[in-house]
T-cell receptor
Framework: GQNIDQPTEMTATEGAIVQINCTYQ??????LFWYQQHAGEAPTFLSY??LDGLEEKGRFSSFLSRSKGYSYLLLKELQMKDSASYLC??????????WGAGTKLIIKP | IAGITQAPTSQILAAGRRMTLRCTQD?????MYWYRQDLGLGLRLIHY???????GKGEVPDGYSVSRANTDDFPLTLASAVPSQTSVYFC????????????FGEGSRLTVL
């Protein structure tokens, strides 16, 4: 079967750095997305990786290792507004999006 | 403002009733999707449409139907609602099924009693 694993919940301190991991086992790979979802709201796009390496976008970076079936989302200089769920999703060989259950990130002052 | 609009935002429904969730996008995206989101589970695809006039089944299609008469609209119908269909439903769209970022509507919270 296809599987996406993310930690259920993480806690971090305002101003700090946090890394949210995502491991996947899918039938093929055609890219990996990270989305942010604030409570009661719709998911919004953060990043897309299809090649190995690090993609940086402001305070957020996303890393991919296809050989290890592994990605992480790195959030720097955490702000209270970063409290949200972070969803990892992989595009499989049939171009179907397989979603992880999401990681709830709690930011403390 | 361009985007996706869903209606209703929230609904309580008696089991056995018929319900249609509406979804409209004005971005001229080809592909549209309906997902349900339940606590502890990832987004699960119910139905999708690659382009106007075509639809396909996703991971959890049973009990749901869709139509895509034009580019903009993609309604989801529950023919006879059951309590297990209590969920938050998200409509989404993208330029093409094979590519890119999904744009989501604000969601419809449905409770079936």
């Amino acid at each position: 079967g296809q599987n996406i694993d993310q930690p259920t919940e993480m806690t971090a301190t305002e101003g700090a750095i946090v890394q949210i991991n995502c491991t996947y086992q899918t039938s093929g790979f055609n890219g990996l997305f990270w989305y942010q979802q604030h409570a009661g709201e719709a998911p919004t796009f953060l990043s897309y990786n299809v090649l190995d390496g690090l993609e940086e976008k402001g305070r957020f970076s996303s890393f991919l290792s296809r050989s290890k079936g592994y990605s992480y989302l790195l959030l720097k200089e955490l702000q209270m507004k970063d409290s949200a769920s972070y969803l990892c999703a992989v595009v499989d060989s049939n171009y179907q999006l397989i979603w992880g259950a999401g990681t709830k990130l709690i930011i403390k002052p | 403002i361009a985007g996706i609009t869903q209606a209703p935002t929230s609904q309580i429904l008696a089991a056995g009733r018929r319900m249609t969730l509406r979804c409209t996008q004005d971005m001229r995206h080809n592909a549209m999707y309906w997902y349900r989101q339940d606590l502890g589970l990832g987004l699960r695809l119910i139905h999708y449409s690659n382009t106007a006039g075509t639809t396909g089944k996703g991971e959890v299609p049973d009990g749901y139907s869709v139509s895509r008469a034009n580019t903009d609209d993609f309604p989801l119908t529950l023919a006879s609602a059951v309590p297990s269909q209590t969920s938050v439903y998200f409509c989404a769209s993208s330029w093409d099924r094979d590519t890119g970022e999904l744009f989501f509507g604000e969601g419809s919270r449905l409770t079936v009693l």
